[in-house]
């Protein structure tokens, strides 16, 4: 049974700025809860979405004793790049450079030896590829309307293929990926996508300019995961979910779906559960609390 949503009201978020080892500057915004903290999330925004827009999220988390740390991604919101010809990036960036900068701002603020880390979309397989990197660093993994782009794994897979070759080729043609012109994603770094698009045509994480073999690393990686997928949620469906968590096979996988009935009539989808993001916050709280009561809290 869910626990009530506190009725004490939580502070204002904090923004902490940070700066990579390569210069790259942004913003990651800190919701601490009005009382006690009982557990720490570093939240991953989905693709081209930004760290504001899971405020809500964060405010709701918050009051459940949950302090939320929102990724900015490079390239959005508070971040000073802008994808250009002349300004290029891809995970490698992400994943060495702006992800531990985020969490060095954080942990002066909140120092716990390790923090649960999560995220929506991109941001969940993110999540999941920084984890199988550091797993010393993440006590917990959450993913939320998540699962890797593998074309196979999706209805209409021949369509998803072509447009795994399209993407990196219309990106180089414009030095950028026109995300906000065609309706996907913002206007994304040439590299980005070209990782992305790789995972998506073979089903395996790699990085253009790292060595990291990710699939055995998440092979390796043993962390409680729960995963929240939306029963609507025609980009992120079952198949795509199973064959991301299927890497993790040494994790203590938990999956849950939420349903319109469980979002109070909203819809079920990738997008619409963060307008209002309480059904949610609820579960990632309830299973915290349930993973802490069961193993001793592993982010203190």
Excluded: C
């Excluded at 570093?42 to 459940?64: D, K, T």
């Amino acid at each position: 049974m869910s626990v009530p949503l506190s009725t004490l009201a939580s502070p204002a978020y904090i923004t902490l700025p940070t700066v990579a080892t390569d210069g790259a500057k942004a913003a990651v915004l800190l919701q601490m809860p009005a009382g006690e903290v009982r557990h720490v999330l570093y939240w991953l925004p989905a693709l081209g979405v930004s760290a504001r827009q899971y405020v809500p999220l964060a405010r709701a988390l918050a009051e459940r004793g949950v302090a939320v740390a929102i990724h900015e991604w490079r390239g959005i919101g508070s971040s000073d790049r802008r994808a250009a010809r002349q300004h290029d990036w891809g995970y490698r960036e992400l994943l060495q450079d702006d992800l531990p900068a985020g969490l060095a701002a954080v942990r002066w603020h909140v120092p716990r030896a390790r923090y649960a880390m999560g995220g929506h979309s991109l941001g969940g397989q993110l999540a999941a590829l920084y984890a199988s990197l550091h797993p010393h660093e993440i006590a917990r993994l959450l993913i939320v309307a998540s699962g890797s782009p593998y074309w196979k794994q999706y209805r209409y897979g021949a369509f998803l293929r072509l447009a795994y070759l399209a993407v990196p080729l219309m990106a180089q043609m414009f030095g950028r990926f026109p995300g906000r012109r065609i309706g996907f994603g913002g206007n994304e770094a040439r590299r980005l996508m070209a990782d992305w698009a790789r995972s998506g045509h073979t089903g395996r994480y790699a990085a253009q300019g790292m060595t990291e073999d990710f699939e055995r690393r998440l092979g390796e990686l043993e962390l409680p995961v729960l995963a929240l997928r939306l029963q609507d949620d025609w980009l992120a469906p079952e198949a795509s979910l199973a064959w991301l968590l299927d890497k993790m096979r040494r994790s203590q996988r938990e999956q849950r779906v939420m349903t319109t009935t469980d979002l109070d009539g909203r819809p079920a989808d990738h997008f619409s559960w963060m307008q209002a993001p309480a059904p949610v916050a609820s579960r990632v709280a309830d299973w915290f609390d349930r993973v802490s009561a069961g193993k001793g809290d592993a982010g203190t």
